[in-house]
Nanobody, 119 residues
Framework: QVQLVESGGGLVQPGGSLRLSCVAN????????MGWYRQAQGKQRELVAM???????NYADSVRGRSTISRDRPKNTVYLQINSLKPEDTAVYYC?????????????WGQGTQVIVSS
């Protein structure tokens, strides 16, 4: 079992920045994928950014070039910095973690943190 604890959401003005954090606790394997999805009201959950335990990032087109995902392996923590925020970035952001050491491993999800981009 893996528990994910997110922090860093809130109200941000357009053009501003935010940094989300997610700590993974529990049975953490050495090879994993960890990152963020988001879900806006009335829309499907979508990828924002993921990073492997080896440090390889993957970004959605919607945030590429204005966001950075990073991880602190000893702390089992992943960070997401998004700059130049837009109203369309408003969503609940969910941290996710998946073990990559075996096929079919389940994905774990955090409870979500709300981000509102508004003036």
């Amino acid at each position: 079992q893996v528990q994910l604890v997110e922090s860093g959401g809130g109200l941000v003005q357009p053009g501003g920045s935010l940094r989300l954090s997610c700590v993974a606790n529990g049975s953490i394997s050495s090879i994993y994928n960890m990152g963020w999805y988001r879900q806006a009201q009335g829309k499907q959950r979508e990828l924002v950014a993921m990073i492997t335990s080896g440090g390889w990032p993957n970004y959605a087109d919607s945030v590429r070039g204005r966001s950075t995902i990073s991880r602190d392996r000893p702390k089992n923590t992943v960070y997401l910095q998004i700059n130049s925020l837009k109203p369309e970035d408003t969503a609940v952001y969910y941290c996710t973690w998946r073990d990559l050491t075996y096929v079919g491993a389940p994905a774990y999800w955090g409870q979500g943190t709300q981000v509102i981009v508004s003036s």
